[in-house]
């Protein structure tokens, strides 16, 4: 008799515990965020980690009565472990959300996972056009390539006062889309495409490169590499005497990234280039990030992956408010869908149809400002749709 009682408690127990799993399961949001924390594009892991815990920091971990939990892994930017990783996260885990994504491969290898799993999948930095067109669960709150590449092809040829380019690019997708777009503008606007060049996207050697562009004399070179590699490519341009053989360097923002910029030395000076984001970006909002960033992460300046991944985590955070918690993967992706709201970048806007973000394109000059480099904006394109998905 006493023996039953016994058992019939410790059954309720057990009842009682897994309840509380199942409660506490519900409870919690997941986001599974895979970045490139260790290898070639660790800075860009670093900066979007450092961002996303920073939203959390200031916008409290309960939404919509949910407990939200962020599961960092680090995908070494070998799409391979990226998508192993998206799978674990979305069998193992059931994370509610993806996020992350150091570059294209990482994203394209993972949109497969986030169309069968039905999982919303925000790509906070991969830039490359079609990525978006992978999968009908991706959001982008970087930018694209064309974007850039196409605000800085108009400027070249009419202000710029440009008349021939060597365009030089990273071998894969967002390289790709860089040269392309860049060259078919530029054209369109009169110049004329001396060369493009394309170098490997890992480990690359920019001196051979360089020294045809040198032979090949053009007014200026443009150039897209992947964050972290920009810094390379100035002291290599500065040591082949290219400034002073009158070719300017100009660029997407990615050559210019904050996270370097300011370790480039003065050769870096008067650098043009086209982005969405710049750390001296002078609006208020941008002025407390800024300072926000740095104070948590002993001084380092956010790029334009930090603002990817700030701006990735409101877009998770207000969609999860307006499903008041009881969202599955559809009912999040139509909340995600549309959002319009102030970024430290300035104004941007997810669109609908597209999935992809809209934003303010700015030329910006490398000048030395309170002590430091800084990307200056002198010119802004508003409210640019992404070129590449009208083709
Ligand atoms: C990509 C595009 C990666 C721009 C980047 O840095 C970047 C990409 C890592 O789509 O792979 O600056």
Known sequence: MKKRVFLSASALAVMALSSAAVLAQDNTFKIGLILPMTGQQASTGRQIEAAAKLYMAQNG??????????????????????????????????VNVLAGFGITPSALATAPIATQSKTPTVVMAAATSSITQASPYIVRTSFTLPQASVSMADWAAS?????????????????????????????????????????????PDFAPFLQK????????????????????????????????????????????????????GDGALGVVTAHHYAAAHPSAMNKKFVEAFKKANKGMRPNFMAVGGYDGMRVIYEALKATKGQGGGDALLAAM????????????????????????????????QGGELHNVEF?????????????
């Open 337 to 368: 869908k549309g959002q319009t709201f102030e970024s430290p970048r300035g104004p941007m806007f997810i669109d609908a149809q597209t999935r992809d973000v809209v934003q303010n394109i700015y030329l910006r000059k490398v000048e030395r």
């Open 159 to 203: 202000k710029g006062g440009m008349k021939k380019v060597v365009t030089l690019v990273s071998d894969y997708g967002p390289g790709i889309d860089a040269e392309k777009f860049f060259k078919d503008r530029f054209i369109f606007n009169g110049g004329t495409i001396v060369e493009s060049l394309r170098v490997p996207m890992r480990n």
């Open 379 to 391: 010119d802004v394109i508003k409210d640019v749709k992404d070129p590449g998905k009208s083709k």
């Open 213 to 264: 562009v040198r032979d090949a004399k053009p007014d200026a070179l443009f150039v897209f590499v992947p964050s972290g590699a920009g810094a390379a490519v100035m002291k290599q341009f500065l040591e082949r005497g290219m400034d002073k053989a009158g070719i300017k360097l100009i660029g997407t923002g990615d050559i210019t990234d904050d996270d370097q910029l300011n370790d480039m």
């Open 61 to 94: 971990d309960t939404v919509a009565g949910k407990k939200i939990q962020l599961i960092v892994k680090d995908d070494t930017s070998i799409p391979d472990v990226t998508k192993r990783m998206a799978q674990e996260l979305v069998v193992n885990d059931k």
